[in-house]
């Protein structure tokens, strides 16, 4: 998969774990506040800073995407045991000096293309809900609404699936 040019990806290491624990706060903390209230953003705030975060990360096939040295956007994916030949796309955060340009569908397709090499084929996203757009023009289509709990707050989100054609 090809980012917009001047971006290179890679893949995510135990060095990258700060630069993404501050990348995805500050992506969440700004793209999400019309969804979430203050409550919500610091719970969620408060899982990405939390220890197990970093094996969360490095369990996820996260990829990067730098502009020059400066780490602008993550999107990875994990096997689904419970669903066979399924791939769970997660941690989607693009900067927010640059979102909405196209950055987020980039990472979100080298994902899937990462999760198709391992013979995933089916895809399933717990979309955020600021995040379900996005999803839906990438052909996901809704399953149903939940929650993601995050300490003692839930923050609603949409659970979505795209079936290959």
């Known amino acids: 998969m090809t980012l917009p040019d001047g971006f290179a990806l890679s893949r995510y290491t135990a060095a990258d774990t700060a630069a993404v624990r501050a990348l995805h706060a500050l992506a969440f903390r ?3 506040t019309s969804h979430h209230t203050p409550a919500q953003i610091a719970a969620h705030e ?3 800073m939390a220890p197990d975060y970093a094996d969360d990360l490095a369990r996820s096939h996260v990829l ?3 502009r020059g040295s400066d780490l ?3 999107a990875g994916w994990l096997a689904m045991p419970d669903r066979p030949a399924t791939a769970r796309i997660r941690k989607v955060f693009v900067h927010p000096d640059i979102a909405r340009r196209g950055l987020a569908t980039a990472m979100v397709r080298a994902a899937e293309a990462d999760a198709a090499k391992a013979g995933l084929t089916r895809l399933f996203v717990r979309a ?3 995040a379900v757009p996005l999803y839906e023009k990438l052909g996901y289509r809704p399953v149903e609404a ?3 709990s995050a300490g ?3 923050l609603p989100v949409m659970f979505m699936e795209k ?3």
Do not use: K, Q
């Open 146 to 148: 939940g929650v993601m």
């Open 128 to 130: 955020n809900v600021n």
């Open 152 to 154: 003692r707050e839930s």
């Open 163 to 165: 079936v290959p054609a």
């Open 46 to 48: 408060a899982l990405i």
């Open 64 to 66: 990067l995407a730098r």
């Open 30 to 32: 700004t793209l999400a």
């Open 72 to 74: 602008v956007a993550t």
